[in-house]
């Protein structure tokens, strides 16, 4: 981060006389120089707690009796980590997250920190805020999405992330959990949390989003109205307990969210061969959808993934971004020191090609003018998704009005540059968009 930028953020986080510690500088929250425009943290400073949900008898399928074939029933224990505007005192102490991420076998889960922005159980600043709930991805922890929970917070909404506790990624046998937890816990979350908080007089539950990074990106698009197969890998769960919440099942409605403004998917999880939602499935969504993937996504595949859901999600006004060359791993903070050693906890972190504090801030400035438009009704934001030229590297800038180096682009004609992006720092992007039909 350049002294500029850390300067901007020094100014910004000591709005209410709170003092910063140095270790804010390097959140991932923070955007760097380089960044669009939208990436910029709000003018609100950050609280974080944490609130612990119980869904009352669910079905356990990983201790399914393999001899009865059985499915047990007990409630599920769900930790849900919450960012929200708030007033901190003078002088508090910014959080630093702590969590851990499996290593490769037979190693154990390898540690890591990362640095934020959020003061622990600050008061909160009430009001009608719209609710964002995160799902993160297949073994993955909501720490590690502090980048996107805290920029948010920052910019007056109440951002829930789930720990959905997965079993360990790779392991074929335990898929079916999270394959029908993902979607039942997002909805379960948003419903009790639409109502607490509400009463609380921190959000607004008339005014609800959803966003999801890779298996949660799976669960978002089902949470928001995508109607899974029965035909499809719903049928292999145990106990044919995932069946009712299928198309046509007696279940189905219970998955979709009540008040749903908007969807976002990082990699999103449910193509390839999973075919979760089957040729039709995906019709369901009526929200607003933003897909944000890699073409070179050797994870979930963008073919058949992302840039097939764009396509089939009809009923939806959408749009895909996509890292032209991007992997998968898109949807997490840079590698924290400790994941720096090793290739396979550096790969959880990190994309072969792109830089990842440029990726976040792409993915922040693009949020942030999606929900904006689509959650909180702001349509000047429609300047940063409507009309642009679908790749950025055919915008155009011309020599003669770009005085200083660091201009970023108003899209006003001729310049094509997608608003809010700087010059000569914008390439290898591109950007669909269609209305619902």
Known sequence: MTPTSFGRSIALLALSGVTVIASAATAPSIPPVDAPELAALGPAQVGVRSVHLIDPQQYDVLATDKTTGVVPVRDRSLVVDVWYPATPSAHA?????????PSEPPAPPARFTVPG???RNAPAIKGRHPLVIVSHGYSNVTVALSWLTENLASKGYVVAAIRHEDPMIGDRSTFAGPFLRRPLDIAFVARELSLSLAAEGLIDPERVALVGYSMGGYGVLT?????????????????????PYAQGGAMADSLVIPHLKAV?????????????????????????MLLIAGD????????SGARAFFDRAVHAPRYLLTYLGGGHGIGLDPAPAEMTSDLWNFSWFEDPLWRKDKII???THMITAFLDRYVKGDDSRAAYLDGLVPRIDDTVW???LAPRFDMTSTATAPVTLWKGFKRRFSTGLEWLSAPAR
């Open 296 to 303: 070179r996504d050797l994870t979930v595949d963008y073919a």
């Open 264 to 288: 976002v998917a990082l990699a999103p999880a449910g193509g390839g061969t999973l075919k979760a939602w089957g040729d039709s499935g995906l019709e369901g969504i009526h929200a607003p």
């Open 398 to 400: 011309p020599a003669d």
């Open 223 to 243: 949470a928001a109205g995508a109607a899974l197969d029965p035909n499809g890998p719903a049928r292999l769960v145990p106990g044919g307990v995932m069946l």
């Open 361 to 363: 801030a792409i993915n």
């Open 117 to 119: 922005i959020a003061v």
């Open 93 to 101: 102490q910014s959080e630093t997250y702590s969590d851990a991420l």
